[in-house]
């Protein structure tokens, strides 16, 4: 069994939502290190209030948020824009194409403030985990790669909201309203509840 590289500092991509939230005490608690929360706003600003105060009250020795807004904008959408890339002629692929700035800014931070590991709070299943850690690996490479969920032992998101009440950490989610919502310039993607069942119409991502 391979022994995992013991982490002093690390840089979460922070959004404040369910699993971030609750990936900061994860991390303090399992790999006992301190927690830099990264959050990156590429258009959800209405979302930002108030995240520098819950992420350093749920653990967070440090928080930073940078507006990529513009950068965004110029050096992402409009080639996305341009080429005219939309999946399945309806998913704007907006998620997909902020995560590796998200990434990136993620890596500049950690690399500024000493962290020698880098956390996200994709699933094992996605696109996302790819999306990140790839980004991860042409700058940082030297950096140990925390993906909670492929370590702990939460196995759902009513896990994840039992995890975060039992902590007393607030969350956006609910057990009748379980969904991720993630909000950037180019659209609002849904994820979670009845989206993951194969029955239903909506087995992936839509945006709106």
Known sequence: MTRKPKVRKAALAYSGGLDTSIIIPWLKETHGCEVVA?????????????LADKAKKTGASEFFLIDAREEFAKDYLFPVLKAGAVYEHEYLLGTATARPLIARKQVE?????????????????????????????AFAPHMT???????????????AIDYAA???IPVPAT???????????????????????????RSRPCSS
Do not use: M
Not at 112 to 137: I, M, P
């Open 109 to 137: 931070v950690a690399l500024a403030t000493g962290c020698d590991a880098l956390s996200h709070g994709a699933t094992g299943k996605g696109n996302d985990q790819v999306r990140f850690e790839v980004t991860y690996a």
């Open 175 to 201: 057990k009748k309203d379980p969904y991720s919502r993630d909000r950037n310039l180019w659209h609002l993607s849904h994820e979670g509840g009845r989206s993951r069942s194969p029955a239903s119409s």
């Open 166 to 168: 039992a902590r007393g």
């Open 145 to 159: 790669v925390i993906a909670p969920w492929r370590e702990w032992t939460i196995r759902s998101r009513e896990d």
């Open 38 to 50: 990264v959050a990156v706003d590429v258009g959800q600003k209405e979302e930002t209030s108030g």
